[in-house]
């Protein structure tokens, strides 16, 4: 029985990681600062501390500097908001993460939308989103860029490809759709954007040569959903029991698909690789701001 290549999304996210070190380290050469992030914690969700630390780990790695700024699950929102203004007042921060989810009292768009554009790492402000859906991006959403590399590494070509997308949250499935459809390399795709509302679901997904499964539900696609031969991006990471598990149920699909990310080990560690570049690209923009 034929079995689907596994895309090894740690390894490629390791090698764009050394690639990035190298090129951190000539951009302090020349200017003579550091790239920055910094993250913010609210709250002691133990999944969230694991990812920032995580992501602190990988600015270690490449040379970027990395604060943590960790606040109480009781912050409110206005001393959320006076720490966002305190950081974009910093010219030494070039990145500013805001670890989503944040705890109830406070509004997460009004969060957002308070970090300076030119620091928003995850390209989640309405200027930055803007921007990328025009194709003229000044950073990618992070998530979807990983995906998008993962899949150009597996040979598929996305060129007139029918790509389907199941979900359509604002940080994964919307981007990842408008990204594939774009003119340009690993795109110029033909998109669809499925949802919980799409009408037989399993009719749409058997006709995606790439399939990208953002829903966040554990093991919802399941081999039946998948067209053989098709490229399977499971950005999935869901804790069922003391294991990580995707969206795609891996066993069933393995068979079926023509190559396949792994969960763990797939787009979880691609999205780090490409917080990283845009902290990178972030201090770029604004060492360019202060000598113009
Ligand atoms: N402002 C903001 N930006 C984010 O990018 C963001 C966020 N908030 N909130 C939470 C989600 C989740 N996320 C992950 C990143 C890497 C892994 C990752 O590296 N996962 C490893 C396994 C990690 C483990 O063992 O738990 C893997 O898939 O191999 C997972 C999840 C970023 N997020």
Redesign the pocket.
Known sequence: MSSAQIID??GVASRLREELAQKVAEFQQSNHVQPHLAAVLVGDDP??A??VR??QRACEKSGIRSTLHRLSTETSQAELLELVHSLNEQSDVHGI?????LPSQIDETTVLDAVAPLKDV?C?HPENVGLMVQGRPRFLP??PAGCQVLIGESGTPTSGAHAVVVGRSE?VGKPMGMMLVQKGDLANATVTIAHSRTRDLTEMTRQADILIAAIGRPNFITGEMIKPGACVIDVG?NRVGDR?VGDVNFDEALPVAGSITP???????M??AM?LQNTLTAAILQTQALSE
Request: overall charge positive; glycine content about 14%; some cysteine.
């Open positions: 999304g740690k999944a969230s694991v990812y995580n992501k993460l805001i670890q989503l989810p995850d989640f992070c998530t940080i990471i990580l969960v763990p080990g797939g787009v979880g560690p999205t780090i917080l």
